[in-house]
């Protein structure tokens, strides 16, 4: 199975902040890594697919990039509603497997 | 608008088997996509444990494969996820989701717990 490695697993910030969460993956994946956003309450969202592409209705302040097993998710200036846990996908290969998540915290 | 909505008994005892439903409204579950369940642990960890497609054919998770079973009402829209022989490690959250390439629609989720 392919591991997902996220990175931080939890992290503070600020209002207006920029920040970047990390995803690797124990091997290549060819571009195959979606971003998904879970808030409280448990409904989980897509945010990105297939490394940079924004899903439909998602703010533009989220970009994702990457290459090979190295990809990250950013948003460039963090509003209220951000504060939830992120989780990378790979789909490259089957099993599909999830990283462990990042928890974005308001400080 | 596009929705799938779990339902499921909430409670099972060890040893037995678990079953719950993915009711689809809003496309349906015949003319494409893979039709998946995915399953959040406490401490939030995502396993993705099998879909049947639009076509019928089925895929499951190596870690699972002895044990797990999907299937589909087309009449009803809705697919099912059967799981044998739960532990108490099977207590998650059950979610289903619309797949290909990425999951763009999930289920809210339903809690299932496995205790005696």
């Known amino acids: 199975d392919i591991q997902m490695i996220q990175s931080p697993s939890s992290m503070f910030a600020s209002l207006g902040d920029r920040v970047s969460l990390s995803c690797r993956a124990s091997q290549g994946i060819r571009g195959n890594l979606d971003w998904y956003q879970q808030k409280p309450g448990g409904t989980i969202k897509l945010l990105i697919y297939s490394t940079s592409n924004l899903n439909s209705g998602v703010p533009s302040r989220f970009s994702g990039s990457g290459s090979g097993s190295d990809y990250s998710l950013t948003i460039s200036s963090l509003e209220s509603e951000d504060f939830a846990d992120y989780y990378c996908?790979?789909?490259?290969?089957?099993?599909?497997?999830f990283g462990a998540g990042t928890k974005l915290e308001l400080k | 608008d596009v929705q799938l909505q779990e339902s499921g008994p909430g409670l099972v005892k060890p040893s037995q088997s678990l079953s719950l439903t993915c009711t689809v409204t809003g496309y349906s579950i015949t003319s494409d996509y893979a039709w998946n369940w995915i399953r959040q642990f406490p401490g939030n960890k995502l396993e993705w444990m099998g879909y049947i497609s639009y076509s019928g054919s089925t895929s499951y998770n190596p870690s699972l494969k002895s044990r797990i079973s999907i299937t589909r009402d087309t009449s009803k829209n809705q697919f099912f996820l059967q799981l044998n022989s739960v532990t108490t490690e099977d207590t998650a959250t059950y979610y289903c989701?619309?797949?290909?390439?990425?999951?763009?629609?999930w289920g809210q989720g339903t809690t299932l717990t496995v205790s005696s």
């Open positions: 996908l790979q789909r490259n290969a089957y099993p599909l497997t």
């Open positions: 989701a619309r797949f290909r390439a990425p999951f763009d629609y």
